[in-house]
């Protein structure tokens, strides 16, 4: 079995880890640039989380699940799953990053406060998203197909 093949048998999977690392750099840039304006430091990963989210919709619709319907029925039901299960994963890092900032783990690295938590917590909600769209969001895709 070559890499094309590997590659084809585990498209899905392999984009989605693509494209989650990719989500996490925008999470982690727009956390950067807001901390580098000057926003307070807890603002500035909420505001980072939000936008993270919203990008990982963008490309998972297009390029992961290649869901290219844009009636409005069927984008409401993803906008509404999405976003919902993204809301769970955003309130458990927003929770954890602070607590890891309240114990200490505000070290910069790169220049920029807290971003040590910020990785910490970028792994757990990697893993935690992964497992609700495996488990739920992909499930009922199946479902319904």
Not at 71 to 98: C, G, P, Q, Y
Not at 110 to 138: D, H, R, T, W
Request: glycine share 6%; net charge positive.
């Amino acid at each position: 079995m070559g890499v094309a093949d590997l590659f084809n048998k585990h498209k899905e999977g392999v984009l989605y880890l693509f494209f989650g690392g990719l989500t996490t750099l925008v999470c982690w840039g727009a956390y950067a640039l807001l901390m580098w304006i000057g926003i307070d430091i807890i603002v500035s990963n909420i505001l980072s989380l939000i936008v993270g989210v919203s990008f990982a919709f963008v490309v998972n619709k297009w390029f992961v699940f290649r869901s290219r319907s844009l009636e409005r029925k069927v984008l409401a039901e993803e906008i509404i799953s999405f976003f919902t299960l993204r809301a769970v994963t955003m309130v458990i890092a927003a929770v954890l990053f602070w607590l890891l900032i309240s114990v200490g783990l505000d070290q910069p690295l790169l220049g920029i406060v807290g971003m040590v938590a910020k990785i910490i917590v970028s792994i757990i909600e990697i893993i935690l998203n992964y497992l609700a769209s495996k488990f739920i969001v992909f499930r009922k895709r199946k479902e319904n197909a």
